[in-house]
């Protein structure tokens, strides 16, 4: 009885099977280009960051006359010390939640459904729960709402807005009592004044290296 001929498959077409399977999100060139960029903004800026000594220099502190004079020096030092007030804010939201462990879960829980769900995930591997293909804007819409409910309906939403309140009050206090006449501030270039062009960079960067994947979703 003759045996059934067989197709021997070539290495060529193993690769190209190979090729077909599913890509993880995070191995995709936008998530890596996202990273890229991220990564190269944050370094950038924290080039921009001024000596710790002169933030910490008690001979520099000084009490406000009045409310005018405070709000002149926040100003000038929140120009002239951008980089470490973002690093101190940064630090107490970060402290706040390694101080809540069950918060910081369900942030990093979020942040992956939303890299892996649907802002890198590739727009040629639809999604499938339980046997039915979930549309990109069913999946967005899941998100958004799963959105709201962690940061507005959890005590996700007051530990994080509380952290930014103690953040906020620590660098205005600071920034009324840092006397700012010997501060260089003549020499700091347009681009660089504000105290969110830091994080308006990084941002733009990481939006510039997200948008293909979410434009071709839209």
Sequence with gaps: ??????????????????GAQSQPPIATPAFRAFLSRLTSSIRRGF?????????????????????TDAYSRIRKNLSYFKVNYITILAVV???????HPLSLLVLLGLLAAWVLLYLFRPSDQPLVIFGRTISDRETLGVLVVLTVFVVFMTSVGSLLISALLIGV??????????????????????????????LGGAASSAAAAAAPAVASRV
């Design 1 to 18: 009885m003759a045996t059934p001929s067989t197709i021997p498959m070539t290495s060529s077409q193993s690769a190209a099977g190979g």
């Design 47 to 67: 080039s921009q960051r001024r000596p710790w000594y002169e933030l910490i220099d008690r001979t520099a502190m000084a009490r406000p006359d009045n409310l």
């Design 93 to 99: 939201l970060a402290f706040s939640l390694l101080s």
């Design 169 to 198: 009050a620590i660098i205005c206090i600071h920034g009324s009592f840092r006397v700012p006449e010997d501060l260089f501030l003549d020499d700091q270039e347009p681009s660089n004044s504000g105290f969110l062009s830091f």
